[in-house]
């Protein structure tokens, strides 16, 4: 990951394309959705103060809490279709 503040753009894009993975229709419907208008609000107000720093925190915030609802819905998909995943620790993946 990249270190120090990061690029507007960066975080623009990640947030723009992290969401729709995550997020469905039927989630917005049950209101389970995660309230993304603050975050967009105070990303913008960040954005007009030319705090970077507070940008890239208020983004990859925004971003691992929609990762996080991505990889929860992933693991309960595959576990209702009984799939496997292989674990694998660190070490067997660097080989």
């Known amino acids: 990951m990249q270190k120090g503040p990061a690029r507007p ?3 623009m894009w990640q ?4 969401p729709p993975c995550g997020c469905s229709t039927k ?3 049950q209101g389970t959705k995660p309230e993304i208008k603050h975050d967009h609000n105070a ?3 960040a954005f007009i ?3 970077g720093r507070r ?7 925004h971003i691992e809490t929609f990762q996080s609802m991505t ?3 992933v693991y309960a998909s595959l576990s209702s279709a009984g799939a ?4 694998y620790t660190v070490a067997e993946l660097r080989r």
């Open 9 to 11: 753009h960066d975080c």
């Open 84 to 87: 496997s995943l292989p674990l």
């Open 49 to 51: 103060a030319g705090d």
């Open 15 to 18: 947030m723009r394309r992290k």
């Open 43 to 45: 990303l913008i107000d």
């Open 71 to 73: 990889m929860e819905k």
């Open 27 to 29: 989630q917005r419907k």
């Open 55 to 61: 940008a890239e925190t208020i983004a990859r915030r």
